[in-house]
């Protein structure tokens, strides 16, 4: 897969600049190196990448951290950071609190925590989806993250900063990585051309960045996509990412009735329309004529919009816990109109 394949693997490759510039700062404190890291940002944005580049940088065996260099970035040559790379380091733990969630994890991670590392200069605990953690498993972990055994980092990572309690967040230096532009996809995208020598026009590279929802992940993911179907002319690209005969979803919402919108729905979904993408160019659309609506002051197309905006993005958010793609987007379409029509 590309995103696995081009994962940065030292801080000057992030594609995410904030990133990169929050990262150095935190490996120039040296000796004074937080004990508890909150990584925070939308999805993609390259927060579990950047930690396992940190707990790289301060295990490596041939930079700063081992005092042969003043590189802070991670060789990527030595032992250490080949077995980091590969997760063949029993230091460095990664917990998924998504599926690993509840205090039994979290206490088992914490009598991990209390032993010396092992090969490492530095035991890392990455806590990916952190706000998943149940209150009880994070009450168990708040004393150690007060008290953290010598040589042991934590970095929790989360979309969702607002479902941490404060009291482990008062805990932690937060890292707030933003969301990424559209330019840094594009550069990510470049540099994935490149090694794959695909021949590819830069427009196409700005259409998937326009529809990869600010996530480099996702990005990547497009690109392969649109590769294996061989269909990496701009315009073949367009009629797979968003709609057949270029039709937006969103002027039939505005303009048509309610069996249009489903059945044109129907029809999207079962000639292999991707609904992700779908969903995320009508909510980009969407905006743009929301702005346009504002300043024109009209006040129907910006309540209609503005209600699209909202049904669509839980739609989207839905998506991840769905058996059918189209469930969200025909359930959004029809709470659209059920709400929008003239009582």
């Known amino acids: 897969m590309y995103y696995l394949k081009y994962r940065p693997k030292s801080i000057a490759e992030l594609d995410n600049p904030k990133a990169r510039e929050l990262l150095y700062s935190i490996l120039k404190k040296d000796k004074n190196l937080p004990h508890a890291l909150l990584f925070t940002g939308q999805r993609g944005t390259g927060k579990t990448s950047s930690a396992r580049i940190l707990a790289k940088a301060i295990n490596c065996l041939n930079n700063y951290f081992s005092g042969k260099s003043q590189e802070l970035d991670p060789c990527n040559q030595c032992q250490m950071c080949l077995n980091i790379t590969n997760e063949a380091v029993s230091d460095i733990v990664?917990?998924?609190?998504?599926?690993?969630?509840?205090?039994?994890?979290?206490?088992?991670?914490?009598?991990?925590?209390?032993?010396?590392?092992?090969?490492?200069?530095?035991?890392?605990?990455?806590?990916?989806?952190?706000?998943?953690?149940?209150?009880?498993?994070?009450?168990?972990?708040?004393?150690?993250?007060?008290?953290?055994?010598?040589?042991?980092?934590?970095?929790?990572?989360?979309?969702?900063?607002?479902?941490?309690?404060?009291?482990?967040?008062?805990?932690?230096?937060?890292?707030?990585?933003g969301a990424v532009t559209q330019e840094d996809i594009i550069t990510m995208l470049k540099r994935i051309k490149k090694g794959e020598q695909l021949k590819i026009e830069e427009k196409t590279l700005a259409l998937i960045a326009d529809t990869a929802n600010n996530s480099f992940r996702d990005a990547a993911k497009i690109l392969e996509e649109l590769v294996s179907l061989n269909k990496?002319?701009?315009?073949?690209?367009?009629?797979?990412?968003?709609?057949?005969?270029?039709?937006?979803?969103l002027e039939i919402l505005l303009n048509q009735d309610l069996q249009t919108a489903i059945d044109w729905a129907e029809n999207f979904y079962q000639?292999?329309?991707?609904?992700?993408?779908?969903?995320?160019?009508?909510?980009?659309?969407?905006?743009?004529?929301?702005?346009?609506?504002?300043?024109?002051?009209?006040?129907?197309?910006?309540?209609?919009?503005?209600?699209?905006?909202?049904?669509?993005?839980?739609?989207?958010?839905?998506?991840?816990?769905?058996?059918?793609?189209?469930?969200?987007?025909?359930?959004?379409?029809?709470?659209?109109?059920?709400?929008?029509?003239?009582?």
Do not use: W
Not at 232 to 249: G, M, R
Not at 279 to 302: H, P, V
């Open 271 to 343: 000639e292999g329309g991707d609904v992700k993408n779908l969903i995320s160019f009508t909510l980009k659309t969407a905006k743009e004529q929301l702005i346009d609506s504002i300043k024109s002051n009209n006040k129907t197309k910006i309540n209609k919009l503005t209600l699209i905006l909202r049904l669509f993005q839980r739609a989207y958010q839905e998506l991840r816990y769905t058996p059918n793609d189209l469930i969200p987007l025909e359930l959004a379409i029809i709470e659209f109109y059920n709400s929008s029509k003239p009582h």
């Open 94 to 177: 990664e917990l998924d609190a998504a599926s690993h969630r509840g205090i039994e994890d979290i206490k088992s991670l914490i009598k991990e925590a209390q032993f010396a590392p092992m090969s490492a200069r530095h035991k890392v605990f990455i806590i990916d989806e952190a706000h998943m953690i149940t209150n009880e498993a994070f009450n168990a972990l708040l004393k150690t993250l007060e008290e953290p055994p010598q040589r042991t980092i934590f970095i929790l990572a989360t979309t969702n900063p607002e479902k941490l309690p404060d009291t482990i967040k008062s805990r932690c230096v937060i890292v707030n990585f």
């Open 232 to 249: 990496t002319t701009y315009e073949q690209a367009l009629n797979h990412l968003y709609t057949k005969d270029n039709k937006q979803l």
